[in-house]
């Protein structure tokens, strides 16, 4: 009698077990979720084009494709941003660690002749409110990347308004 109760204990403590692990499996949803690159262009790239492709994010709000620009990005804009810069952007409480900003970048006659992005990755730059900034070409290959100077010192005249200009992002 007791080896009968103590074998139905075992057969009920491993079915518990495997009831516990299959729901485990169901609720991290990590394993199909794709994660974010590090400060690293190329691996950047692949994610905006392949695995979140930046086309299909939001565009920047009130902002609609090829809007007029400046100097240096061209004439006319487009600007993607992904779920976390969309989510940032409505806050007003600067950009959250993971947001990214695809601003593509056309002439005049509507030629695609670059893409510029920020990237905000928390502690990678913190003089430079912790963005990575990178220019590819049309085809992708990266023409300037990281701590870019040139573009740091220009978006800092935005600095209170953590680098960005095309919109309010932080209230002040
Ligand atoms: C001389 C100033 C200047 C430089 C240099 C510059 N930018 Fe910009 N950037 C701007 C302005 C102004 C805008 C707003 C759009 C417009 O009017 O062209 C902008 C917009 C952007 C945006 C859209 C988000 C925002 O801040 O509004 C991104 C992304 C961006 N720039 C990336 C870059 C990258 C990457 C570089 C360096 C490779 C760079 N920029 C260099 C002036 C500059």
Redesign the pocket.
């Known amino acids: 009698m007791k080896k009968i109760f103590a074998s139905v204990l075992a057969v009920l403590f491993v079915l518990g077990l495997s009831f516990s692990v299959n729901a485990i499996h169901e609720i991290i949803p990590s394993e199909t979720q794709i994660v974010l690159p590090g400060p690293n262009a190329e691996k950047l790239n692949e994610y905006i084009i392949r695995d979140d492709p930046y086309r299909a994010w939001a565009l920047w709000p009130e902002k609609g494709k090829l809007y007029k620009?400046?100097?240096?990005?061209g004439a006319l804009?487009t600007?993607f941003v992904n779920n976390t810069a969309s989510h940032s952007i409505k806050k007003k409480k600067g950009m959250a660690d993971g947001s990214i900003?695809a601003?593509e970048n056309y002439t005049a006659d509507k030629k695609f002749v670059a893409l510029?992005?920020?990237y905000k990755i928390k502690g990678y730059n913190p003089e430079g409110g912790d963005w990575f900034?990178?220019?590819y070409s049309p085809d992708g290959k990266v023409e300037?990347s990281g701590k870019?100077k040139?573009?740091i010192d220009?978006?800092s005249k935005?600095k209170d308004n953590d680098?960005?200009?095309?919109g309010k992002v932080k209230n002040r």
């Open positions: 620009g400046t100097e240096p990005h804009l600007t900003i601003n510029s992005v920020m900034w990178v220019k300037a870019v040139g573009c220009c978006h935005q680098y960005i200009f095309t």
